[in-house]
């Protein structure tokens, strides 16, 4: 039973920043490469950020520079550290597991504007 919390989203100014946490119960943690995804309204659910158990990155060029992806594998958590937001940010945003997705969580939402 894989279990994936996220929390930290709420309503930011554009330009304002915030700092998504998930909390994945996931056997072997520190080798799975995780991710965060975002859902904005009648769109697909896009991939943005995601961390392999080595700790390399990648990122979806529409986020590059703004957002960090980071991992605390003691904890099993999974950071989005988010700077300089933009409206177009504002989205459920979601964490799981790369390339095996699990079941989702509940997200947290993500709004942008002034």
């Known amino acids: 039973q894989v279990q994936l919390v996220e929390s930290g989203g709420g309503l930011v100014q554009p330009g304002g920043s915030l700092r998504l946490s998930c909390a994945a119960s996931?056997?072997?943690?520190?080798?799975?490469?995780m991710g965060w995804y975002r859902q904005a309204p009648g769109k697909q659910r896009e991939l943005v950020a995601s961390i392999t158990g080595g700790s390399s990155t990648n990122y979806a060029d529409s986020v590059k520079g703004r957002f960090t992806i980071s991992r605390d594998n003691a904890k099993k958590m999974v950071t989005l550290q988010m700077v300089s937001l933009k409206p177009e940010d504002t989205a459920v945003y979601f964490c799981n597991v790369l390339p095996n997705i699990q079941n989702w969580g509940q997200g947290t939402q993500v709004t942008v504007s002034s």
């Open positions: 996931v056997r072997i943690f520190w080798l799975m490469t």
